[in-house]
């Protein structure tokens, strides 16, 4: 049963933290990092439109304190279609998350509940509207030692445990066999017009929006969890204009050779635009500090370039 979110108790809540840098390097691209305030991890992220004419990518992170408990929520959103649908989740979906009166007691069904209350609540937003966007959501909560990661659509979560590559969220594809069979359960057809796509029209088979094929493209989430344990070193959450070219062993090969995350992150969405990624690519690092000492940031360097594939001079 859908909680209604009217019904969420009051909480202490943390101030959303604010990046600890911010950069735009220039209008189609930025990065930056963020740090927890229990010093158990640190995070960079970088933001590229790439060869898109707009950027319809967002990302997100707040942290707050709920009960006496400290939680983080990291989020990646790919729209298509246009941006709507992504800003509306950096807006509102973790804001709607912490406020569920299950979040702390059983976050499994709280994820859930908010993924498709929040879808429920943009759609009534843009029912004036002849547009009809749409965006995936790839996103991690971590509660203590407890990490949850909730997907919906193909950007992908993947983590790096004892130095090898697992992913924690499997796209949903229209011709991933179970997806498919759900599609045409409902009465949809999956059919392929330059690759496999719901009605002909959508290449994924979950996201939030997309109303005219709401009946068979659901909000609902694939929730994995995953212990923070020592061999858990690091998270990666990103769109798939990462990972249309780049693959998960790939990714994590990547991170571990670059100390601190924001550069990290960087130097993922720089692969993939050399690489010949024709999306935007937004992605987010998270690294698990199990007691060390924190991260330094690394300084801006010319070295640290917008991405150019080796087009412009110096480079």
């Known amino acids: 049963m859908m909680v209604d979110s009217g019904l969420a108790v009051e909480r202490q809540a943390t101030a959303n933290v604010s990046p600890e840098k911010d950069r735009e390097v220039n209008g189609d691209y930025t990065s930056g990092g963020w740090k927890s305030m229990d010093a158990s991890w640190q995070c960079g992220y970088a933001s590229f439109k790439g060869k898109r004419p707009s950027?319809?990518?967002?990302?997100?992170?707040?942290?707050?304190?709920?009960?006496?408990?400290?939680?983080?929520?990291?989020?990646?959103?790919?729209?298509?279609?246009?941006?709507?649908?992504?800003?509306?989740?950096?807006?509102?979906?973790?804001?709607?998350?912490?406020?569920?009166?299950l979040l702390m007691v059983d976050t499994k069904v709280a994820i859930s509940e908010t993924f498709k209350r929040t879808d429920s609540d943009f759609l009534?937003?843009?029912?004036?509207?002849?547009?009809?966007?749409?965006?995936?959501?790839?996103?991690?909560?971590?509660?203590?030692?407890?990490?949850?990661?909730?997907?919906?659509?193909d950007s992908r979560a993947v983590i790096c445990k004892a130095g090898k590559a697992i992913p924690l969220s499997d796209d949903h594809k229209p011709n991933r066999s179970d997806e498919r069979k759900r599609i045409e359960d409902a009465g949809g057809i999956v059919m392929w017009a330059g690759t496999w796509r719901v009605g002909g029209i959508l290449a994924m088979s979950r996201a939030?929006?997309?109303?005219?094929?709401?009946?068979?493209?659901?909000?609902?989430?694939?929730?994995?969890?995953?212990?923070?344990?020592?061999?858990?070193?690091?998270?990666?959450?990103?769109?798939?204009?990462?990972?249309?070219?780049?693959?998960?062993?790939?990714?994590?090969?990547?991170?571990?050779?670059?100390?601190?995350?924001?550069?990290?992150?960087?130097?993922?969405?720089?692969?993939?635009?050399?690489?010949?990624?024709?999306?935007?690519?937004?992605?987010?690092?998270?690294?698990?500090?199990?007691?060390?000492?924190?991260?330094?940031?690394?300084?801006?360097?010319?070295?640290?370039?917008?991405?150019?594939?080796?087009?412009?001079?110096?480079?």
């Open 124 to 153: 009534a937003s843009e029912s004036n509207t002849t547009r009809d966007d749409g965006s995936t959501a790839s996103t991690a909560v971590l509660i203590g030692k407890q990490l949850f990661v909730a997907n919906v659509g």
């Open 55 to 101: 950027m319809e990518d967002n990302y997100d992170h707040k942290s707050a304190e709920i009960d006496g408990n400290l939680i983080s929520l990291f989020g990646i959103f790919d729209g298509h279609g246009g941006p709507r649908a992504s800003e509306y989740l950096k807006e509102h979906l973790f804001n709607n998350l912490t406020k569920h009166p």
């Open 208 to 315: 939030f929006g997309n109303r005219l094929l709401k009946q068979f493209v659901l909000a609902e989430p694939e929730i994995q969890e995953q212990l923070v344990d020592e061999e858990l070193e690091f998270l990666i959450l990103a769109s798939d204009g990462l990972w249309d070219v780049v693959p998960n062993e790939d990714a994590v090969s990547l991170v571990r050779m670059e100390e601190e995350p924001e550069a990290a992150a960087r130097k993922l969405t720089e692969t993939a635009f050399a690489r010949g990624s024709s999306d935007n690519i937004t992605c987010i690092v998270v690294r698990f500090l199990h007691g060390r000492m924190e991260v330094t940031p690394l300084s801006v360097t010319q070295d640290q370039c917008v991405p150019c594939g080796g087009s412009q001079d110096g480079c």
